[in-house]
């Protein structure tokens, strides 16, 4: 048996013999044969190829991954994500410098030999048989290529990379196969733009364009001498050779690549020790990759067309396939966002909430009849890193695009029963006797069986002073529960299901509403942005439109851009024109002087609702104008915090109330977003004034929705409804606390209610 060398490698002789194993395999491939087992030489592999001949006859290049680029629709950045950070460009494109300096040091015979060097190899063997050790190689610049290939094709499996990288025969066998059929077919110019483009130069960058950007922040074609010669010496080690973490050791690497540049003919000596003498002449740019990188607070609307773009069908058949493309990327992605709507999202969030507060806010903003999505943020900023109070959770989207489950919408819900009444035939001065309190009326029609109250569980307002008879308008305007439950009761639940299903309102887990009474109170978990494109059907005189993110994508194969398929809004009836012009004049009471007076815009026609839930839990404002829908959301994700005595954005509230925080933040995103735009108007209805009642008290304070800071049913109920409202005076006070005596039947309040609609 061979004796090892003390240090416990192979023996001088024994290292030889290797190598020499490997200029026989080199001999018979070139030749085309068979390969027998050399296990004499101790270079047997498992799992080797065992002849050469089966092997595929065609290697199999994946497309490069490259970043991918999010623009905004004006084709401003937004950000760049990638798997891997490469920018492929063409041979022209990259510095004569640089073409030359790679050559010289990893294959400076690369112009005269095929894809194997045999008199490569015959020096490398004579080499390392005298150092006693394998000391060079004899791997072609077509081969490493071809390697290059294989760990390409990979991807960021650990497992495939492990054997895309294995010493073994099967694999070398492989490789050099690969690498004759690759000078047949593409030619040394194409071979070198392809090795360039897909080698690896550390520190993140992949290619020879990133890594130009990453280390000079200059394109390729740029580069200068000594700045190639630093280039081509990383590739070796990115590791060992990287120059932001060891200079020094960088340095003599692309001094010993301009030495060998100046060997072969590539430069003069004098050029040469000139080069040598320059300092690195770094210009470090940092990899700027993922939605932390967002522009304008864009950061969750990034991440949500990524969740997008590898959640819709239209980019690939299956979960798999989405993903490869993205995670592929070289995709360019030109979003709906509005620069200056969005710019006007974030002013106004961060004006109006800090990100340290207790709770948060969420806002979007969609354009009705397109569906286009213009604005999405939100007060915490997106990211990972607690002790700054970030989240990767989007708060505007439902469970599956953003991972929140959405927030109970309060009074910001009863538009849609009021919508679905006038559908069925109900007037808009419909009136009921909406008194102080109310035994849920039974049975009520659903689609199905009809609820029953079986328990006789009772409903009040706010106090005994409140009570009707109410007609729409003015139910509306003060948030009176008891009237929009009779509402419920006369038209049945089955038309708000449907109303609610042709506005695609459903909670933020997917599910369809529940059919409840308590629904027309706004206990369930609905996203903002699904309340934003929801209202801006009523802006759109009935037609409801799919939001949308994306624009178009192209992608960057080969040297073309081709276009991909992307996602289209699709739009569709969801109530008369009549119906949505009656819903916009009873909104507009609501902001000229109901509960959201504060949100008011004073220079075009708007129209909104407020919602406050259970002991201020959520507070909402749900507002538009003829072109553009807006939700704002303020609360805690965990739901675990009331909103009274709180201080938000360096305001203290006593109790907060839908028209005095989230209400602000909607009049200020929407006014900058709107700042030069066309004031549109609503077609006009008239709704006749109700016969005015004296009041019993008129100078008491409301809630939001009439019931109290308690909430839904006097705060009886974790997750019901505590929304309130103000009176025609505009301002919001605060309501007293009702104790119920009353008890709730089973399946009246159904959902997550006032559950967990997220984390902070």
């Not at 800090?354 to 948060?360: G, H, L, Y």
């Not at 203290?652 to 929407?670: F, Q």
């Not at 009353?742 to 902070?760: A, K, L, M, V, W």
């Amino acid at each position: 048996m061979p004796k090892k060398r003390s240090g416990g490698g192979l023996s001088p002789t024994q290292q030889a013999a290797k190598f020499l194993g490997v200029s026989v395999l080199a001999g018979a491939v070139m030749a085309g044969i068979a390969l027998p087992a050399v296990g004499a030489l101790g270079l047997a592999a498992k799992g080797s190829v065992e002849s050469f001949d089966e092997l595929p006859a065609n290697l199999k290049t994946p497309p490069l991954s490259q970043r991918t680029t999010i623009l905004d629709a004006d084709g401003g950045l937004i950000a760049t994500v990638y798997s891997r950070d490469r920018t492929v460009v063409d041979l022209k494109d990259i510095s004569p410098y640089m073409q030359k300096a790679i050559v010289a040091i990893e294959d400076s015979r690369f112009y005269e030999h095929g894809a194997i060097d045999l008199k490569g190899v015959l020096r490398a063997l004579n080499k390392n048989a005298r150092s006693g050790e394998v000391s060079e190689g004899a791997s072609t610049l077509t081969q490493q290529y071809v390697k290059n290939v294989f760990v390409e094709e990979a991807g960021d499996d650990p497992t495939k990379v492990a054997q895309a990288t294995q010493q073994t025969i099967g694999r070398k066998i492989q490789e050099l196969k690969y690498a004759i059929q690759v000078e047949e077919e593409l030619g040394k110019k194409k071979i070198l733009e392809n090795y360039l483009n897909i080698t690896f130069f550390g520190q993140q960058a992949y290619g020879v364009e990133a890594a130009s950007q990453r280390y000079f922040s200059k394109p390729a074609k740029d580069l200068n001498l000594q700045e190639s010669a630093l280039l081509a010496g990383i590739v070796q080690s990115p590791s060992r050779y990287d120059p932001v973490n060891d200079e020094a050791e960088a340095k003599k690497r692309r001094n010993v690549v301009l030495k060998r540049m100046a060997e072969v003919g590539n430069i003069s000596p004098e050029q040469a020790a000139e080069a040598m003498r320059s300092p690195l002449g770094l210009k470090v740019s940092r990899p700027q990759n993922g939605c932390t990188t967002a522009v304008k607070g864009a950061g969750f609307f990034c991440a949500y067309v990524r969740n997008v773009f590898l959640n819709d069908p239209v980019f690939g058949k299956d979960k798999q396939t989405r993903a490869k493309l993205w995670n592929q990327g070289g995709l360019t992605i030109r979003t709906t966002l509005d620069p200056q709507a969005q710019e006007s999202v974030q002013q106004s969030l961060k004006d109006h909430v800090n990100k340290s507060d207790e709770v948060a806010a969420a806002a979007t903003l969609v354009e009705p009849g397109t569906g286009k999505i213009v604005g999405m943020g939100q007060s915490k900023p997106y990211g990972s890193n607690a002790k700054e109070h970030e989240t990767e959770i989007n708060y505007s989207v439902n469970y599956e695009m953003g991972t929140s489950a959405g927030f109970p919408t309060g009074s910001t819900f009863k538009p849609f029963v009021a919508a679905a009444a006038l559908e069925a035939g109900r007037p808009s001065t419909q009136e009921y006797p909406s008194p102080y309190e109310l035994t849920v009326p039974s049975p009520i029609q659903t689609c199905g069986k009809p609820y029953t109250n079986d328990d006789g569980a009772k409903i009040p307002n706010e106090n005994e002073s409140e009570k009707g008879p109410y007609q729409l308008k003015e139910a509306m305007a003060l948030s009176v529960n008891t009237y929009f439950i009779e509402m419920v009761a006369d038209i049945g639940l089955c038309p708000v299901a449907e109303m609610a299903e042709k506005l695609h309102v459903r909670q933020g887990s997917g599910k369809k509403m529940p059919q409840v009474p308590s629904i027309a109170l706004g206990t369930e978990s609905v996203s903002p942005l699904t309340m934003a494109s929801a209202y801006a059907a009523f802006a759109n005189r009935g037609m409801y439109c799919t939001p949308i993110a994306i624009e178009s994508v192209t992608q960057r194969v080969g040297n073309k851009n081709e276009s991909l398929e992307v996602p289209k809004s699709s739009c569709s009836r969801a109530m008369s024109e009549n119906t949505a012009d009656t819903i916009n004049a009873l909104l507009k009471g609501v902001v000229d002087s109901g509960t959201g007076q504060q949100a008011g815009l004073g220079d075009r026609d708007n129209a909104g609702k407020t919602g406050t839930t259970d002991e201020r839990r959520n507070a909402w404002f749900v507002g538009y104008t003829p072109n553009l829908s807006g939700a704002v959301w303020v609360g805690s994700a965990t739901q675990q915090v009331k909103m009274q005595d709180i201080t938000i954005g360096g305001v203290y509230h006593e109790l907060v109330y839908g028209a005095d925080t989230p209400g602000p933040i909607w009049k200020d995103a929407m006014t900058g977003a709107l700042e030069g735009k066309e004031a549109e108007s609503f077609v006009p209805v008239h709704i006749p004034d109700p016969k005015p009642k004296k009041p019993e008290n008129p100078d008491r304070d409301r809630d939001d929705d009439g019931n109290g800071d308690g909430g839904f049913i006097g705060g009886l109920i974790n997750g019901g409804n505590g929304n309130g409202g103000n009176g025609n005076g505009g301002g919001d006070g605060g309501g007293g606390e009702p104790d119920p005596e009353f008890s709730i039947p089973e399946g009246f309040i159904q959902g997550p209610g006032n559950g967990p609609g997220g984390r902070d």
